[in-house]
Nanobody, 117 residues
């Protein structure tokens, strides 16, 4: 198993920046993919960005060029740098981990990001 805990959410003005983090513990060496998802009020959870163990990344079209996902393996931490934030980025952001040989998804409790003036 692996445990993931998000932090760093908050209130930011439109056009601003924010970095959220996800600390992982447990079977770190078995992590195959880590990602960020978000769920806005009344909407389904959607993929924001993911990073594979080899470093390849994928982004939702809505955040390409504005968000950057990265992983510091030495600190067992996943990051999401969010720039040029828009009101539509307001959501609860969830960290996700998938392990080699394990079909389960591991989720954190989420961190609220609110973009508002």
């Amino acid at each position: 198993q692996v445990q993931v805990v998000e932090s760093g959410g908050g209130l930011v003005q439109p056009g601003g920046s924010l970095r959220i983090s996800c600390a992982a513990s447990g079977r770190i060496a078995s992590i195959r993919i880590m990602g960020w998802y978000r769920q806005a009020l009344g909407k389904q959870r959607e993929l924001v960005a993911l990073i594979r163990s080899g470093g390849a990344t994928n982004y939702a079209d809505s955040v390409k060029g504005r968000f950057t996902i990265s992983r510091d393996k030495a600190k067992n931490t996943l990051y999401l740098q969010m720039n040029s934030l828009k009101s539509e980025d307001t959501a609860v952001y969830y960290c996700n981990a998938m392990l080699v040989g394990d079909t389960r998804d591991y989720w954190g409790q989420g961190t609220q990001v609110t973009v508002s003036s």
